[in-house]
């Protein structure tokens, strides 16, 4: 079984020109028909999207037919975060606190596992780190020690993806080492040699991943090429494809 995954910080569909223009987002999306899509930075009833429900707005549109939503930060009006849209059920879903004493915004990590078939479920971990080496760090320690996570065997197929701000992959050999993962979107020989999706005009930064493990082995892996992803967001979205073994 073939698996496309792909993971997009949006910036809550407003662009590098400053415009919210979720239709670019869309676009984006359809473009790639990715099986699983896992976002970061959705608004929900916040003014500066239209008061729109993102999530909802682009899994419609896009032509998902589930996702969730996991909230972490409320604004005066709104509220943001991480969402999962999939083609395949959700079967249920739930959402990691991932904040520490060194977060200036709330920070989580959205669990969900998918049905891919009826013996065949897929753990999700889409997540969005914090800024300092410091606050990752404690943020990762936070996941590896929760339920959700430490709960499931090695070889279970599992994926941890997101924005994870780690511009000197140093949460590499914690998720390789430790963990028991693989890295997606990093060089299998050199940690140095990941993905640059951030500024999506000129791409210097990996913060986007994909790392996984289980019974999951990597048949590519490529970042969007599109042009109107190098305005649609600050971030370029990355898609991975697996076959589920």
């Known amino acids: 079984m073939r698996l496309k995954v792909l993971t997009y910080n949006i910036h809550r569909a407003i662009g590098v020109d400053r415009r919210f223009r979720p239709e670019r987002i869309i676009e984006i999306l359809r473009h790639h028909n990715a099986d699983l899509v896992l976002l970061q930075e959705v ?12 999530a909802k707005e682009l899994a419609a549109e896009s032509g998902y037919p589930h996702f969730a939503v996991g909230h972490n930060v409320s604004l005066k009006k709104g509220r943001y975060g991480n969402a999962t849209l ?9 959402n990691i606190d991932l904040s520490v004493a060194e977060s200036w915004i709330r920070r989580g990590c959205q669990h969900t596992t998918i049905m891919l078939t009826e013996d065949k479920p897929l753990e999700v971990f889409n997540l969005h780190l914090g800024l300092s080496a410091r606050e990752r760090q404690k943020q990762v320690d936070l996941l590896t020690r929760s339920s959700e996570l430490s709960g499931l065997d090695g070889s279970m197929p599992t994926l941890v993806g997101g924005d994870f701000n780690d511009w000197r992959s140093l949460l590499w050999p914690v998720f390789t080492n430790g963990l028991g993962f693989q890295s997606a979107t990093d060089s299998r020989t050199s940690r140095r040699r990941a993905i640059a999706t951030y500024p999506s005009f000129s791409p210097q930064g990996p913060l986007d991943r994909i790392y996984f493990r289980g019974t999951l082995r990597l048949a590519g892996i490529h970042r969007c090429r599109l042009q109107v992803a190098r305005l649609a967001s600050d971030h370029l979205p990355v898609m991975a494809e697996f076959d589920l073994v």
Do not use: V
């Open 43 to 54: 608004d929900e009833g916040a003014p500066r999207s239209r008061e729109l429900d993102l």
């Open 86 to 94: 999939s083609r395949f059920p959700i079967l249920r879903e739930r």
